[in-house]
Structure formats: structure tokens, C-alpha cells
């Protein structure tokens, strides 16, 4: 059994530069726990591949950072989240293992005042089906929409969060579940918040924004706090960030989704 | 010294499903010829990745199609002939290697006639100056103009060649070169002829744009005819398809790029 302490660093692993986003949610949070995250930038996107694939990869991913003895290990990805969240616990023993659709969909349960939920994401993440099932657990009469978006990642890493294309896009995308009138949308991809203003834009105010990286903050804190776990001063190395691949332009992509300057990379074989 | 036969097959790769638009030239040029294709679809997009990532992947997938004893092999993406085309010829020694970016330089200098040539990639074929490098080579004064069009890709694989959002990103990508009096556009990217449609409307009828898949298919047959390795008769296998990930809707998007319905595919592992 491993022994987890308090000063361990809390590992975190994506696809790609999309759970940045996740990071920065969980220090905002947590400014004093030490994290370690792994992007495999190398094989990114999963959203688009096969579940067997995914597994693969995933399992990979995870044995990477079992590596830095985590006291837990957060799935920033929404397609792993769905699809290979079972191979990671078990590689993970008896450490933690929170995924992003758990805590999106139980927020989404939450905020929904009818109960019905509109959930967007990437091709493999929607037809898993994950969310849906996730939110029927939670609250059986659950009306579930999903929409898959694949091309919100693009737009979100070419930086035309604003461009009127994305607005046409969102519209071409969320028309369907604005004509099921959900009250609730999870965006359910690493990426999607920062499209945020062209998906509130479009859906309009009346339905309540979802952000699973916010939600798995929250549950973050409630894991480590429950096991007595919380880290109590600020930590040498607040973020370790490990990638597979540092192609052209990583440092300005990377920190649109980070929200500040990026700590030194180290670039890691999977 | 590998003994190179008329019935032996033309080897093709490429990251993905994209190549298959150079598949669709050679079938059309040569229908005699047998085809081994392979598209890494578990590892694509190569074409946001880094110079030694997509080395890596091009020795992967040239070692993988010499296991077919290829009379040629053809190097379908561009992002590989624009980065990696050394690394497929040392591997694959005497049998002769052709990448797209050659064929497609020298149908642009040949089509153009003030010399004045845009050229339109991924942000790695872009960024690497291959075909900026090849023009050159060919025709010293010529000018030209480069644009990374990443967006081109996921519009192509989504099926939305004729949505407005299309429209309004090939104007955003492609206003540059036409404000520096471009009279020929080099499709350097096997996904772009699905958009043909849409760049057509943006450049308007003055300027002749320039398929690298049609380029390759007239150098395929110069190189076999030249070496009588031209094949006779219809082959048993006239196209044998093979696959790193069978990822959702693959049969569907690749039989948009093939233009006719697919063959089985072979999964296989690299």
C-alpha cells in the first residue's frame, strides 16, 4: 500500500494543453498544493480516436505519473474521463481518482432547476454517453441533450475565441439543444471554456453555464480534505508541467488555457 | 539491393485519412497499379506537431509499408515530405520515394505565370519553408506567400466544406495572399481539395489553384515509366487500406476523401 502524505503533489494528465484549464481552476482553489501535470501532446486529440486507443493511451498516461507518487490523480480529460476512467483507478491502487464527468454532471444536477441538461463535448465523449449516465444515477428524471463539437478545439487553439465563425459554429452546434429548452449546459471538454463567451452569446442567459474544471476543484478539495490530505504551505515547485511534444506555438496556446505565464516544461517519452 | 517488380505496389502514407485524396489521383491516373496505403490514425494530426515528433512517426510508418516490398514508395502528407522526407529515402534506400511537395512546386512554377505563387499547409509544413525552398530551387525569382491554414483540417473532416463559417475562415486565412497578387494556390495539404469549393469562391477565377495529389499522380507514372515498373493488368488487390485506429465515423469521412466507397481496412500497430 502506498503511503500518501499531505506534501505529495497532486497528478494531473490530458490530452493535450485543454487541462490547463483544469490546473487553473484547482490553483485558484488550492494556491498551496503542489501539482504535477502531464499533456501528451504528442497524440493529442483523443476526442476523435477509438475507445480502444484511448485505453491505451490513457493507461500510459497514467503509469507516467504514477511516477512523481501522487496523492491523487485528477483525469483533466473529458474522453478519458469517459471512456477509460476504470483503467486508470485500477492502475492507481488505493490512490484517489477523480475524473472531470463525475463532478461536471453532479454540478450540472444541481444547478438544473428542470431538470433538463444539455451536455457538449468531443465525438467520443458524446457517444459514450458517460455524462448522461452519470446524470441518470444522480437524478433518474434527468432529461440529458448532447451534442458533440469537434470543432470548438480547433477554434479555441487558433485563438479565434471571438471570430464571427465561432459564433456560427456555436450557433450550428447548440441551435438543437436551445430547441429542447435545457436550462443547463456542461461543457463537456477541457477546451470549451475558452469559447465561453461565444457559447453564452449563443445560448443566452437563461441557461446556466456548466464548467466541469470547476467542478472537479471543488471535489478536489472535498477528497483531500476528507482523507486529511490538504497541503499547508506553499510548495518549491507549484506545477511540474511534463509533455510528449512541444510543437510550434505551445508556449502562447498554452497559456491562453493556463491564464498566466508558463512555469519551465520538461518534454517526456510515453 | 531489394529487386523492385512491375506487380509489386505503390506504398502510400500519410498521418490520417487525408491521403486518400492522393489514393483517389493515382486511381484515377493509374488504374492498373496495387495500392498499400496506410494512415496513422491513432498519432494524427502530424501538422501541429514538432520537427522530431513527426520524424519519428514518418521512419514508424515508412518501416511499416516496406514490410509490403513497395516498387515506390509515395509520401502523402505534406507535413512529412516538408520535414521528414530524408528519413523515409535512408530507409527506404534504393526503392525511390516521392513526396508531394516536389510535384506540387513544380506544377505551381509551371501553372504561374507572373511567378507570383501562394501557398496554403498546416502550420509545420509552413513554418518548415519546404515548399518556399522547392520553388525556389526550380525558379529562382520566383515570389512566394505562405499561410498556415490549421482550421482547414476539422472543417474538412466535419463535412461543413460548404457552411458559411468555412467562408468566412478561408477569407480570414486567404486575404493576405490575395492582397499580394497571387495567380496560382498551392493546395498543400491533403485535406484541402474537400474545401476546393470554398478556396474557389475566396480567390475568384484569376488565380489557378494547384492540387499536390494531382502533381504526384503525373510523377508516379514518370518515375514507373522510366523504370518499366508500370503494371500491366488489373490487380487482385487493387487496394489494400491499412489503419493505426478505426476511430467513429472513419468509414464515412474516408469515403469522402476516396470519393467511392472503401475497401476492408487492417488494423495494425506501430
Do not use: W
Given at each position: 500500500?502506498?503511503?500518501?502524505t499531505?506534501?505529495?503533489?497532486?497528478g494531473?494528465?490530458?490530452?493535450?494543453?485543454?487541462?490547463?484549464?483544469?490546473?487553473r481552476?484547482?490553483?485558484?482553489?488550492?494556491?498551496?498544493?503542489?501539482?504535477?501535470?502531464?499533456?501528451?501532446?504528442?497524440?493529442?486529440?483523443?476526442?476523435?480516436?477509438?475507445q480502444?486507443?484511448?485505453?491505451?493511451y490513457?493507461?500510459?498516461?497514467?503509469?507516467?505519473?504514477?511516477?512523481?507518487?501522487?496523492?491523487?490523480?485528477?483525469?483533466?480529460?473529458?474522453?478519458?474521463?469517459?471512456?477509460?476512467?476504470?483503467?486508470?483507478?485500477?492502475?492507481?491502487?488505493?490512490?484517489?481518482?477523480?475524473g472531470?464527468?463525475?463532478?461536471?454532471?453532479?454540478?450540472?444536477?444541481?444547478?438544473?432547476?428542470?431538470?433538463?441538461i444539455?451536455?457538449?463535448?468531443?465525438?467520443?465523449?458524446?457517444?459514450?454517453?458517460?455524462?448522461?449516465?452519470?446524470?441518470?444515477r444522480?437524478?433518474?428524471?434527468?432529461?440529458?441533450?448532447?451534442?458533440?463539437?469537434p470543432?470548438?478545439?480547433?477554434?479555441?487553439?487558433?485563438?479565434l475565441?471571438?471570430?464571427?465563425?465561432?459564433?456560427?459554429?456555436?450557433?450550428?452546434?447548440?441551435?438543437e439543444?436551445?430547441?429542447?429548452?435545457?436550462?443547463?449546459?456542461?461543457?463537456?471538454?477541457?477546451?470549451y471554456?475558452?469559447?465561453?463567451?461565444?457559447?453564452?452569446?449563443t445560448?443566452?442567459?437563461?441557461?446556466t453555464?456548466?464548467?466541469?474544471?470547476?467542478a472537479?476543484?471543488?471535489?478536489i478539495k472535498?477528497?483531500?480534505?476528507?482523507?486529511?490530505?490538504?497541503n499547508?504551505?506553499?510548495?518549491?515547485?507549484?506545477?511540474?508541467?511534463?509533455?510528449?511534444?512541444?510543437p510550434?506555438?505551445?508556449?502562447?496556446?498554452?497559456?491562453?488555457?493556463?491564464?498566466?505565464?508558463?512555469?519551465?516544461?520538461?518534454?517526456?517519452e510515453?
Amino acid at each position: 500500500m502506498t503511503k500518501l502524505t499531505a506534501a505529495s503533489p497532486i497528478g494531473i494528465f490530458d490530452s493535450g494543453v485543454g487541462g490547463l484549464t483544469v490546473v487553473r481552476q484547482i490553483r485558484a482553489l488550492l494556491p498551496n498544493e503542489p501539482l504535477v501535470y502531464f499533456g501528451d501532446t504528442a497524440r493529442v486529440p483523443y476526442g476523435t480516436k477509438s475507445q480502444p486507443t484511448i485505453r491505451k493511451y490513457a493507461a500510459d498516461d497514467a503509469r507516467l505519473l504514477l511516477k512523481y507518487d501522487p496523492k491523487l490523480i485528477v483525469v483533466a480529460c473529458n474522453t478519458v474521463s469517459a471512456l477509460a476512467l476504470d483503467v486508470v483507478k485500477e492502475l492507481a491502487d488505493d490512490i484517489p481518482v477523480l475524473g472531470v464527468i463525475a463532478a461536471g454532471a453532479r454540478l450540472a444536477v444541481e444547478q438544473s432547476k428542470i431538470k433538463r441538461i444539455g451536455v457538449i463535448g468531443t465525438s467520443a465523449t458524446v457517444n459514450s454517453g458517460a455524462y448522461q449516465s452519470e446524470i441518470h444515477r444522480i437524478e433518474k428524471n434527468a432529461f440529458v441533450f448532447s451534442k458533440a463539437c469537434p470543432l470548438f478545439v480547433p477554434l479555441a487553439e487558433e485563438g479565434l475565441a471571438a471570430h464571427d465563425a465561432t459564433k456560427l459554429i456555436a450557433k450550428e452546434y447548440l441551435t438543437e439543444l436551445l430547441e429542447a429548452n435545457i436550462d443547463a449546459l456542461v461543457l463537456g471538454c477541457t477546451h470549451y471554456p475558452i469559447l465561453r463567451g461565444a457559447i453564452r452569446e449563443t445560448v443566452g442567459n437563461s441557461v446556466t453555464i456548466i464548467d466541469s474544471a470547476e467542478a472537479i476543484a471543488r471535489d478536489i478539495k472535498s477528497t483531500l480534505t476528507e482523507k486529511s490530505l490538504l497541503n499547508s504551505s506553499m510548495p518549491c515547485v507549484p506545477l511540474k508541467l511534463l509533455v510528449s511534444d512541444v510543437p510550434q506555438r505551445f508556449k502562447s496556446i498554452a497559456e491562453v488555457f493556463l491564464g498566466v505565464e508558463l512555469p519551465d516544461i520538461e518534454l517526456v517519452e510515453v
